[in-house]
């Protein structure tokens, strides 16, 4: 089914430690984002990309590096974890103009 | 600044007891309301873009309205499937996307 993959599903890392979280779109989407989501708060907008080639920063962007590798793929490294990132994490594409978004599954991080 | 509200934060109803779900809005400029529906676990689904005042869409049980301060969610005679929570974004001139917080419906048989 075409749309949205993240991986892994779930992880649990120490403090310090590094990993990138990986997205896959193949709806052709020139836009893509990482979101965090926190009980009682709204979706964050951590990074974001309009193209391939180009990212921008969102709301909450510290701690967090991205790479748009190609059209289809957006990384998301978090260089050194601490325990608020402990968040679930999700990727999303749309294609240009106003349009809803196409959401991954998500990522479930804890960060001990 | 941007600011998204949704009301309320949960609501539990009975099968058939129609309601609606309310999102307010404060942004520079709207230039699209959206509407998604999120399973526990999964990731928002889209179900609606509403672009001006006035207007309204549906699908199945819900229908979504849209004022120059206020988007609501109407349901109607609602099934335990449609339990989930309900979030809605509003992206302003800017291109900047906010999110409200949801709502967590519950349905009773």
């Known amino acids: 089914n075409a749309g949205v993959t993240q991986t892994p599903k779930f992880q649990v890392l120490k403090t310090g430690q590094s990993m990138t979280l990986q997205c896959a779109q193949d709806?052709?989407?020139?836009?893509m984002y990482w979101y965090r989501q926190d009980p009682g708060m709204g979706l964050r907008l951590i990074y974001y990309?309009?193209?391939?080639?180009?990212?921008d920063k969102g709301e909450v962007p510290n701690g967090y590096n991205v790479s748009r590798l190609n059209k289809r793929e957006f990384s998301l490294r978090l260089e050194s974890a601490a325990p608020s990132q402990t968040s679930v994490y999700f990727c999303a594409s749309s294609p240009e103009g106003i349009y809803g978004y196409t959401f991954g599954s998500g990522t479930r991080l804890t960060v001990v | 600044e941007d600011q998204v509200t949704q009301s309320p934060e949960a609501l539990r109803l009975q099968e058939g007891e129609s309601s609606s779900l309310n999102c307010s809005y404060t942004?520079?400029?709207?230039?699209?309301l959206f509407w998604y529906r999120q399973d526990p676990g999964k990731g928002p689904e889209f179900l609606f873009t509403l672009y001006s005042a006035g207007e309204e869409k549906e699908k199945e049980r819900l229908k979504a309205t849209l004022t120059k301060k206020e988007s609501f969610l109407h349901i109607t005679a609602p099934k335990p499937e449609d339990s989930a929570t309900y979030l809605c974004?509003?992206?302003?001139?800017?291109?900047?996307?906010?999110f409200g917080a949801g709502t967590r419906l519950t349905v009773k048989p």
């Open positions: 709806m052709n989407h020139n836009s």
């Open positions: 974004a509003a992206e302003d001139n800017n291109n900047d996307m906010r």
């Open positions: 942004v520079s400029g709207l230039r699209g």
């Open positions: 990309s309009a193209s391939e080639g180009t990212t």
